[in-house]
């Protein structure tokens, strides 16, 4: 799998919104849309007068009336029924009676909506069996999903939580969870589809409970304050289901990344209940499970297949710390017992990379400059961060062992495996006390991003290397602090300040002999200037996104700094409310990565790493000093 391949761009430009009832209405072609229309604080609908569907649907969890882009597809996809409506106070009843069966007939399905609930019957009939009620998801106008447990048969369990970044969510409940939802998605079409079967002669008569709700942790100091809307819409935007890979994914239609897991886990850790009998953890955990059962996944990897030799080096920590948000918040010891060799197996392949024994983890690829030869790169560097040469001794990877390693530590403690704890915990000491000391550039006064394995330091100024050192504690806070004064001085230098963008991962340009992809004169970063300085802002080259800007934002609040940190996540808080982060320009390339001027440089078109600032809000909010210690533990506890 690869994670950067290209999307198809055609199609994939949608001018403006569906929005209200009204203009979906007039979009139905040869039928009555007269009372199938229906919009509330929660909710703006339109169904189809010839069958069970919903051709417009956008909703605001809040209860606010923000009216937003259609999840679905507006054009029918069946007919053959007849609608009729009746009213109800502020609700409206809907029935769909087969064409040919009459008006007196009993209804296949039934729709009841009120403010912010839509209650769908499903009745069978020995004359006709009701057709299955489907979601046609676009994914180009909103990249929803639904998050719940697949069982052995494919089939989604109910309930199930179907989820709109930046409106809300839908708690989606069945009479009958026996039989099953089938739910899909497309790449290429960048569709997904939802299927609730309809009543049989076994189950007559089958009903389902769709209720608009927003889900984010309950923080103190936030009620009322507007500028969290986004938060209180978006907090889930971060977790995507891949219904055909059944695991947590870049999007709902998009590979999945094992080093991106830890940022799942820390989501849904934080997560109330999704809806009763599901939570966050439960679709974690269902992704943890596809890799201990032999799952693949970009960043693990893959027997004969030279472009992955080895696990990235981000890898094994996140699968890890993601296993333990699942025991820490989700009390999974029963599934910690079961599975604590297969952790195990994760810990002791990274511990084995320490190969002379200095505390730090390597990769299989040196990292040296210049091993990147023209086109497409034939092997990859070592992290998420996979167009630039990351490479031996890799400063992120190892800033997520070390947080990884006191959560090893205490699952090998619950299972009774002390000697394993301590090795552990051990290791993250000797880490932490080689880290500094290996990164740190006195010419530049920061943490460099790798030290290849001809001894070279790498440092381009990497904001998300030095805020995940600061913020999981791998340097001292006068240490933090002058690290702090030298990136910010060096952002103003360079005169980066569209915070509503994101950030930037560099903020000088990566040099040629480090630049991996090159490919396309500068698209993914290597441009052909000598001095890369047509390849600079593009993509992973220093290119703006929301992608990692939590760890920057975290370091400032863990270091007192909150006027600095205020002003980056407030600007990409609103960027949210406006979907800032998920839309397309006409040439197909999308906003998940822009230039530092706004133009799209992105291709996923939605980006579940984007999302993961929205952890900063928790940390903001509890205040933590710095001596407090450990803060992803602080937060996640």
């Known amino acids: 799998m690869k994670r950067r391949n290209f999307l198809k761009t055609a199609g994939v430009a949608v001018a403006g919104a569906l929005v209200c009832g009204r203009r979906l209405g007039a979009q139905i072609a040869g039928g009555d849309s007269t009372g199938l229309q229906f919009a509330s604080t929660h909710m703006d609908i339109q169904l189809s007068p010839a069958a069970p569907e919903f051709l417009g649907l956008n909703i605001d969890g809040l209860g606010k009336g923000k009216r937003d882009k259609s999840c ?243 890898t094994y920590p996140s699968l890890m710390i993601a296993a333990a948000n699942c025991v820490r918040a989700g009390q999974s010891n029963d599934w910690l017992t079961a599975n604590y060799e297969g952790i195990r197996s994760w810990a002791e392949t990274m511990l084995a990379t320490d190969t002379d024994r200095d505390g730090l983890f390597k990769y299989s690829v040196s990292g040296d400059s210049g091993i990147w030869k023209d086109g497409a790169p034939s092997f990859r560097p070592s992290n998420w961060w996979d167009t630039i040469g990351f490479g031996h001794e890799d400063a992120y990877g190892n800033a997520l062992a070390y947080r990884a390693l006191p959560d090893m530590a205490m699952m090998a403690k619950k299972v009774g495996r002390e000697g394993d704890a301590a090795r552990y915990l051990a290791a993250a000491e000797k880490l932490r006390s080689a880290y500094y000391n290996r990164f740190f550039d006195p010419a530049t006064g920061v943490l460099a991003g790798w030290r290849s394995s001809d001894g070279k330091l790498h440092d381009y100024y990497f904001l998300f290397v030095n805020g995940i050192a600061i913020h999981y504690g791998l340097v001292t806070k006068e240490q933090a602090n002058s690290i702090m004064d030298n990136l910010l001085a060096k952002m103003r230098e360079v005169g980066y300040d569209n915070f509503h963008l994101g950030l930037p991962g560099n903020l000088i340009t990566v040099a040629l002999p480090d630049c991996v992809d090159k490919r396309g004169n500068g698209r993914f970063g290597c441009g052909v200037r000598a001095d890369n300085s047509d390849g600079f802002e593009n993509y992973e080259n220093g290119g703006a996104t929301g992608a990692f800007a939590f760890f920057t934002i975290a370091a400032l609040y863990d270091l007192g700094r909150k006027a600095e940190a205020d002003k980056i996540l407030f600007a990409m808080l609103d960027e949210y409310g406006k979907e800032g982060f998920s839309q397309r320009a006409a040439d197909g390339l999308s906003t998940d990565w822009r230039r530092w001027d706004g133009t799209p440089k992105g291709y996923e078109g939605y980006l579940c790493d984007d999302y993961y600032p929205m952890l900063a809000v928790p940390v903001r909010q509890s205040e933590t000093s710095w001596e407090s210690g450990y803060r992803p533990t602080t937060v996640l506890t």
């Open 72 to 314: 679905v597809d507006a054009n029918s996809t069946t007919n053959g029924y007849s609608a009729s409506v009746s009213t109800s106070g502020s609700g409206r009843r809907i029935e769909y009676r087969p064409a040919s069966a009459g008006r007196h007939a009993r209804p296949a399905w039934t729709f009841e909506i009120s403010d912010k609930k839509i209650v769908l019957t499903s009745e069978w009939s020995s004359r006709s069996a009701p057709r299955p009620m489907s979601f046609h998801f676009d994914l180009k106008q909103v990249h929803s999903t639904v998050l719940g447990l697949f069982r052995k048969d494919k089939l989604l369990a109910a309930p199930v939580l179907m989820h709109f970044p930046n409106q809300g969510s839908i708690r989606l409940s069945s009479s009958a969870p026996e039989l099953g939802l089938t739910y899909e998605s497309s790449r290429p079409d960048e569709t997904a589809l939802l299927s609730l079967p309809g009543a049989t002669s076994e189950h007559r008569r089958v009903v389902y409970t769709l209720e608009v709700t927003s889900i984010f942790p309950d923080l103190p100091g936030i009620a009322g304050d507007p500028r969290f809307d986004p938060f209180r819409r978006g907090w889930l935007d971060v977790l995507q289901l891949n219904p055909s890979l059944r695991a947590l994914a870049n999007n709902t239609a998009s590979d999945t990344c094992a080093f991106c897991y830890y940022e799942f886990a820390d989501i849904a850790a934080l997560s109330p209940q999704l809806t009763p009998g599901l939570t966050a953890l439960d679709v974690v955990r269902q992704t943890l499970d596809r890799i201990l059962a032999g799952g693949t996944a970009y960043g693990l990897p893959a027997p004969h297949n030279m472009y992955f030799t080895s696990a990235f080096s981000d």
